[in-house]
């Protein structure tokens, strides 16, 4: 079992004080998987990863990392780990090249020095002090110290912040070939797409709660991805789901602003939230009324 | 890698990023270089000490300042150094990596030792070449020197990772630690003569490491006469070893009870 799941979470419960981030969370990742857990700001995503990598004490729940209890892991532990923290803000008074050299000893296996350095793109920048990068060249510094021990679990928490589009496309190449070597993940993103092009499961978190969870292209269900065809009618925007949209087409003739839609990821997500928030907001009032 | 080797690679990454950082090179390295310029000057035309053996400003100053580099060296540096690399993510960073909390200690050892030697000789430089200080000729007194110096420098350096986590944060860090090294100094006798403080005050200097470091260090340097001013008219070595020995255990104690790369929760 273990050697299976690099990543069990049953039931993860943490409050700080009376506030409750994460609300009874399970989930688990395979080895050599992507997991994306996707969620609104404050869901809970950094709370949670930061438990799992042994920053932060959970309230109650079941949490093993590579078999260990995160709470509980030495240097062996964290050797196999590599950790993209959400925020850094070091003074940065060495160079790239030389962060890197100096992070690369850490660890019993690291990788070519050159080779992280190329794959962030920083090979220009690379005798350059990090405090004097731009917002995201640091950021694929944070990235690239992430991947140099060779990590069999790495933990990205929005790791493409700042990332110009050139050079976020350069990143998905990098965790394609870190995927390709087995290398498992998990991922916390807002790009939608990001989440598509790399993920191989998503989980959805919302309020501290896991709304959904399956695999990338089955998430929120075979409904929620059926085609939506949209048109003009009488000045109208009409529009219709259906698994036939070619029929409804022809059916159509040339309307106004006729478009066939398939739900991307981001169409699906942003479903889901808002039914998560719907469900909130319902049991608040529910509450309320108790109240009185 | 092993925690000895790591240790070692974290010195030299440690002494790198002092120097390339401007305010710390300021006001801990070359501070006590700039007073001790300022006090000879200011007092050049003054002489110190008892009749028949006057000697300098700059020769008056030189033990003290010495002192005073090792704890700005030590516990100023140190104290708000970690503070601050706690604050920015630096450790948070190191508490995700194999790295051993030991080795990092290791570091930042180093670097004091290292920083604070060069501050050493380069005090005892600019006192015997600029300002014409005689430096002692017995090699005794270079030994007193080297375990005194060793002593405070690493005693001075384990109170510095101590306190590292008293400031709740790093901007409030300089405002925490510098005043209490400030504070030290003036009732140590490094700017101010010892044998001049009232006796309650000497009482509760002799509470704090600094007091012996200057005193161990005005052993090496002033004249023979210069003892009787000393408390119970003793360089009193042996108090130095005692005091700064029990501080360092302190300091070690404290540390080894206190030290956490993060708090979790924040
Ligand atoms: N140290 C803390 N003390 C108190 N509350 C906290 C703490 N850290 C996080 N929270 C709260 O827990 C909730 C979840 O925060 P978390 O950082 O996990 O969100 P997130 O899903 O990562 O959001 P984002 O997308 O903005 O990064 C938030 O409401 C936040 O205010
Ligand atoms: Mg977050």
Redesign the pocket.
């Known amino acids: 079992m273990t050697t299976e799941y690099v990543v069990q979470v049953e039931d993860l419960r943490k409050s ?1 004080g009376a ?1 409750t ?1 994460v609300d009874g969370v399970t989930f688990d990742i395979r080895r050599g998987e992507t997991f994306a857990l996707l ?10 990863i930061e438990i799992l990598e042994g920053y932060r004490d959970r309230t109650s729940g079941e949490v093993s990392v590579l078999g260990t209890d995160p709470g509980r892991g030495g240097l062996d532990w964290k050797a196999k780990l590599g950790i993209v923290l ?1 925020s850094t803000g070091e003074s940065g008074n060495v160079t790239v090249r030389e962060q890197l050299a100096h992070f690369a000893r850490f660890y019993p296996n690291p990788r070519d020095v050159d080779e992280v350095i190329a794959a962030v793109g920083l090979e220009e920048k690379q005798k350059t002090l990090i405090r004097k990068l731009s917002g995201g060249q640091r950021r694929r510094v944070d990235v690239a110290l992430g991947i140099i021990g060779r990590p069999e679990l790495l933990f990205l928490d ?1 790791p493409t912040t700042g990332f110009d589009p050139e050079a976020r496309r350069q990143f998905w190449e990098l965790i394609r070939s870190l995927k390709a070597e087995g290398t498992s993940i998990l991922l ?1 993103t ?1 790009y939608l797409d990001e989440a598509a092009q790399l993920g191989d499961r998503a989980g959805v978190i919302a309020g501290g709660r896991m709304v959904d969870i399956g695999a990338i292209d089955e998430i929120g269900g075979a409904d929620a991805r059926i085609p939506v065809v949209r048109w003009i009618e009488n000045g109208v925007l009409r529009e219709e789901r259906t698994t036939t949209p070619g029929a409804l087409v022809a059916r159509l003739g040339e309307p106004d602003g006729l478009e066939v839609v398939r739900p991307s990821l981001e169409d699906i997500y942003l479903e889901l939230v808002g039914e998560a928030g719907l469900a909130a907001a319902a049991t608040d009032t529910v509450i309320e009324g108790a109240a009185l | 890698m092993n925690t000895l080797t790591l240790g070692a690679s974290r010195v030299g990454y440690e002494v790198k990023t002092y120097f390339r950082q401007g305010d710390s090179v300021f006001f801990t390295f070359l501070f006590p270089v700039v007073m001790l310029s300022i006090f000879s000057v200011a007092f050049s035309e003054s002489s110190f000490g008892p009749p028949g053996d006057e000697i300098s400003a700059a020769a008056f100053y030189l033990p003290g300042m010495l002192a005073a580099g090792i704890l700005l060296s030590g516990l100023q540096n140190l104290g708000v150094d970690i503070a601050m690399e706690k604050s920015d993510g630096t450790l948070k960073r190191f508490a995700g990596t194999p790295l051993p909390v030991v080795s990092y200690f290791i570091g930042k050892m180093g670097q004091v030792l290292v920083t604070g030697l060069m501050q050493a000789a380069l005090l005892i430089l600019v006192a015997s070449v600029l300002f014409g200080v005689e430096l002692p000729a017995d090699p005794e007194k270079w030994l007193t020197f080297a375990w005194v110096f060793l002593l405070g420098v690493t005693t001075s350096a384990v109170l510095g990772i101590a306190v590292s986590g008293l400031p709740r944060s790093g901007k409030s860090a300089t405002a925490v630690i510098i005043p209490i090294a400030l504070v030290l100094q003036f009732i140590s006798g490094v700017y101010l003569q010892f044998s001049m403080l009232p006796e309650w005050l000497q009482q509760v200097a002799s509470v704090f490491p600094l007091k012996w470091m200057a005193q161990g260090m005005r052993s090496v340097f002033l004249p023979e006469a210069f003892e009787v001013l000393e408390q119970g008219e003793s360089w009193n070595l042996a108090g130095v070893a005692i005091v700064c020995g029990i501080w360092l255990v302190v300091g070690l104690v404290l540390t080894r009870l206190t030290f956490r790369w993060i708090r979790k ?2």
């Open positions: 700080y506030f981030a969620g609104p700001n404050g869901a809970g995503k950094s709370t949670t959400q929005e916390t807002h | 929760d924040s």
